[in-house]
Structures are given as C-alpha cells and as structure tokens.
Nanobody, 114 residues
Framework: QVQLVESGGGLVQPGGSLRLSCVAS????????LAWYRQAPGKQRESVAF???????NYADSVKGRFTISRDNAKNTVYLQMNSLKPEDTAVYYC????????WGQGTQVTVSA
C-alpha cells in the first residue's frame, strides 16, 4: 500500500517561511523522483520543485531562490522549505513520487496573507 502524507501547511504572513514535509510509505523511496506541485483556486496544478533520485534539483521560475527541495532517503521524506513567501504562493501543495508509476499525497494548504 502506497501512501504519501504531507504536513506543515498553514497560514503565514508575506515574507514569512514555512517548511512542508511529505512522508512516503510502500515504495522504494530512494529510487523515486520526487516533486512538489501546487494548485491555487481556479488554476491548474503546476510543478514548483523537483529532485530526482540522482540528486539534482530544479524549480519553477516563480519560486527560484525562495524555495528549496530536499530529501532524506533514510526517513522516506521529502521537504519543501519556503522562504520569502508571497500571496501568490497561496495554494494546496502536493508531493509526488515518480518511478514506474506516479503517486500523490493528499495535499496541504498554504495560505500567505496579512
């Protein structure tokens, strides 16, 4: 049984920081490519950060320099450190694990507002 569980979302003021976590079970975590996606109301889901099993990372232009994706294979966990948050970052954030098949978490709400 595969499960991805996000946590760490919440309400934060513009300029603030938040750290999201996603814990996976039921997969060989170290061989999976991992990503964070987000979906704002009325918008399509978009990829914001990517970290493959090999370790390289890339980011959407909108978050580059502010967000950092990392993984701890020993803990079966992928993180998204979000700094300098903007109202435009408000969305439900989802983690994704991809190998032969793709798996998704349930999402965690991030709201950036004064």
């Amino acid at each position: 049984q595969v499960q991805l569980v996000e946590s760490g979302g919440g309400l934060v003021q513009p300029g603030g920081s938040l750290r999201l976590s996603c814990v996976a079970s039921g997969i060989s975590f170290s061989i999976y490519d991992l990503a964070w996606y987000r979906q704002a109301p009325g918008k399509q889901r978009e990829s914001v950060a990517f970290i493959p099993s090999g370790g390289s990372t890339n980011y959407a232009d909108s978050v580059k320099g502010r967000f950092t994706i990392s993984r701890d294979n020993a803990k079966n966990t992928v993180y998204l450190q979000m700094n300098s948050l903007k109202p435009e970052d408000t969305a439900v954030y989802y983690c994704n694990a991809q190998h032969t098949w793709s798996y998704w978490g349930q999402g965690t709400q991030v709201t950036v507002s004064a």
